[in-house]
């Protein structure tokens, strides 16, 4: 956890509106959010800090939603990666979750499913610091 101890998250999906939605829930709620809509910005940030939660979608331009969470657990394993997308088959959960993935949502999502994901993340993330 960062000097606040704000759990700091960090959102990845190709739609703004996405984004947007996202963070202004999770700043509610008292999150430090990063938003990116393309994936190559992300991929910079992840370089430059890590993250305690990644939200990231799956299909996007660029580097794909699986190479960018790939990554994300290469350089940070203790961050949680949730997935949303709107591509959902056992697939893509299947090989997430083999990725090492916290949660899979399918869009369209409840924000109130979103903000489940990352309570349990966090939760995750404190009993293994403790």
């Given at each position: 956890?960062?000097?606040?101890?704000?759990?700091?998250?960090?959102?990845?999906?190709?739609?703004?509106?996405?984004?947007?939605?996202?963070?202004?829930?999770?700043?509610?709620?008292?999150?430090?959010?990063?938003?990116?809509?393309?994936?190559?910005?992300?991929f910079k940030r992840i370089t430059e800090r890590d993250f305690?939660?990644?939200?990231?979608?799956?299909?996007?331009?660029?580097?794909?939603?699986?190479?960018?969470?790939?990554?994300?657990?290469?350089?940070?394993?203790?961050?949680?990666?949730?997935?949303?997308?709107?591509?959902?088959?056992?697939?893509?959960a299947k090989e997430s979750f083999q990725k090492g993935v916290?949660?899979?949502?399918?869009?369209?999502?409840?924000?109130?499913?979103?903000?489940?994901?990352?309570?349990?993340?966090?939760?995750k993330i404190r009993e293994s610091r403790a």
């Amino acid at each position: 956890m960062d000097t606040q101890n704000k759990t700091s998250i960090l959102v990845l999906d190709d739609e703004p509106i996405v984004c947007k939605r996202l963070r202004s829930a999770l700043e509610k709620r008292g999150y430090e959010v990063e938003t990116f809509f393309r994936s190559a910005d992300a991929f910079k940030r992840i370089t430059e800090r890590d993250f305690d939660i990644v939200i990231t979608d799956l299909k996007m331009e660029g580097l794909d939603g699986m190479a960018f969470l790939t990554e994300v657990k290469k350089r940070s394993p203790g961050t949680e990666v949730i997935v949303i997308t709107g591509f959902a088959t056992m697939e893509t959960a299947k090989e997430s979750f083999q990725k090492g993935v916290f949660d899979f949502l399918a869009k369209p999502f409840k924000l109130g499913e979103i903000q489940d994901a990352v309570e349990r993340a966090e939760r995750k993330i404190r009993e293994s610091r403790a």
